[in-house]
DNA sequence: ACTGCATTCGAACGAACGTTCGAATTAGCC
DNA sequence: GGCTAATTCGAACGTTCGTTCGAATGCAGT
C-alpha cells in the first residue's frame, strides 16, 4: 500500500496558458474536485461514509458514476481527502492565531474560539471529521491521526502553560478530553436557528471550562 | 409500519413447567435473544451499524443467517433493540439513585457518576447508542428519541434546581449540552490501561464542570 | 412411537455495492 | 480545421448485501 498522499494521477495537470494573470488560483482539475469533496462531505454528513453510495455522490455532484473515479481512485480515499484538507486548515488557522498572543488564558480561549469558528462554519466537513475518524484504515488513518495528535499536543501545551502560570492542580489529559467531548459533540445538537453564534458559544464554554479549570486548589507556593 | 415496540412474534413463547421453582429467570428465547443482542453488540461497536453485515453477527453470535431471522425480523430493529434496552437501563439505574438524595450538587454528581460508570461498565453498547443515533428511522428513531428526551429533561432539572438555590446565571441549555459532551466522547479515548475508574473519573469530570458552573457569578439578591 | 411446536439451517432471491473499461465527448493549441 | 490530451460517460464486472423459504432437527407431552 502506497503512500495515502502522494499523488496517483501520473498524468500531468494542464500547463497555466502563458501570460494570463491566474483568472483561476487553481487548474480546472483542481476546481472540479473540490467541488465533487463539497458535495461528498455533504452526503457523507447526511448518510454516513458507510450508508452514503458512490451512486448517491455521482448523484449529488451531478457527474457519472465512473466519472468520479477520474478525480479520485477509491471512496476511502475521496473520505481521506476530504479530513485532510478538513484538519489541516483548521490547524494551519489556529497557529495563525495564536501567533504573538501571550496571555496563557487568552491563548485557550483562542484555541476553542478557532475551534468553535470553523465547526459551526464548516459543519458538514467537522462531523463528517469527528463521525466518522474510524472508517479509514491503514495508511490513510495513520496520516489523519499524525494532524490529530498534532493538535492534540498543541492544547494540551496551552494548558500546561496555564497550569504552570498559575499554578493550578488537575489532570491535563482529562481536561483536554473533556473540552474536545464539549466541543465536538456540538454537531449532534447544535442548531443554527435556537442557539447563538460562534463567538458567543466559545465565550459561554469558554467560561465553563477555565472556570472549572482554574477555580481548583492551587498549589501552595512551598511546594515545588 | 407498526409500532416498533408490539412484539410481532405471534406465536406463544413455550409455557413454563409446572412447579419447577425457575431455573431460569426467562424463557428460553429470552436468553437467545439478549446472547445475540450481546454478540451483536461488540461487532456494531467494531464496525458501525452500517459497516457491519448480517453475516458478520452470524459468525459473531455462533448462528446462521437465517436462524438470526427467527428473533428479530431486520437488522434495523436488532439495532433498535441494543438501543432501547441500554438507555432504559441507564434511565432507570438513574432514578434509584436520585431518589432519596437532596441536596442538589450532590444530586448533579450522582447524575455524572451514574452515567460514567454505566458508560464504562458497557463501552460496547453506550458506544452504539452515542455514535448509531442517527441510524434508526421513524418509528425506530422516535422511541428511541423519546427517552433520549426523558434522560435530557432530568439533567436539565438538575441544574435548574442548582442554579435557582445557589442563585447562579449559566444557560442551561449549554451546560447540559457541554456536560453531556464531555461523557460520551469518553467512547473515543478512554483506555481502562492508563485511565481512572469511573468514579475518580466522575469526580475529576464533576469538579470541572461544576466549578465551572458555580464559580460564575451570582445573581443580587435584589433581582428577582 | 407419534404428534405438534419451537428452533435452526442451507440455499437461494433480487437488489445494491465499489470499481473498471473502452468508447465518446470536450477543450486548448498548431 | 485538425491534432492531442483532458475529461466524461454507459455498460458491465464480480461481490456482497438484507431477507426469505421450505425443509430439517430438537424436544415436550401423550
Known amino acids: 500500500m502506497g503512500n495515502p498522499s502522494t499523488a496517483t494521477r501520473i498524468s500531468g495537470r494542464r500547463h497555466r496558458s502563458s501570460g494570463v494573470p491566474l483568472p483561476t488560483p487553481a487548474t480546472r482539475y483542481d476546481q472540479r474536485l473540490a467541488e465533487i469533496l463539497a458535495h461528498a462531505t455533504d452526503v457523507f454528513c447526511k448518510k454516513g461514509y458507510e450508508g452514503a453510495s458512490m451512486r448517491d455522490l455521482s448523484r449529488a455532484s451531478g457527474m457519472s458514476l465512473a466519472g468520479l473515479y477520474y478525480y479520485f481512485e477509491s471512496k476511502e480515499r475521496l473520505l481521506f481527502l476530504i479530513q485532510k484538507h478538513t484538519f489541516s486548515t483548521i490547524v494551519e488557522r489556529l497557529k495563525a492565531r495564536l501567533a504573538g498572543v501571550g496571555d496563557s488564558e487568552q491563548r485557550v480561549r483562542i484555541f476553542i474560539l478557532n475551534h468553535l469558528e470553523y465547526f459551526l462554519a464548516n459543519q458538514a466537513a467537522m462531523k463528517v471529521l469527528s463521525h466518522e475518524a474510524e472508517a479509514l484504515k491503514n495508511g490513510f488513518a495513520a496520516e489523519v491521526a499524525a494532524i490529530k495528535r498534532e493538535y492534540y499536543r498543541i492544547c494540551v501545551g496551552l494548558l500546561d502553560d496555564l497550569k504552570r502560570e498559575r499554578g493550578l492542580q488537575f489532570s491535563t489529559r482529562i481536561a483536554v478530553l473533556s473540552l474536545f467531548g464539549m466541543m465536538n459533540w ?39
Chains 1, 2 share one sequence.
Not at 200 to 223: C, H, I, N, P, Q
Request: cysteine-free.
Open 186 to 224: 456540538i454537531y449532534t445538537w447544535h442548531n443554527p436557528r435556537v442557539d447563538a453564534d460562534a463567538a458567543s458559544m466559545a465565550d459561554e464554554m469558554g467560561d465553563l471550562f477555565l472556570r472549572g479549570v482554574m477555580a481548583g486548589t492551587k498549589k501552595r507556593k512551598d511546594e515545588h
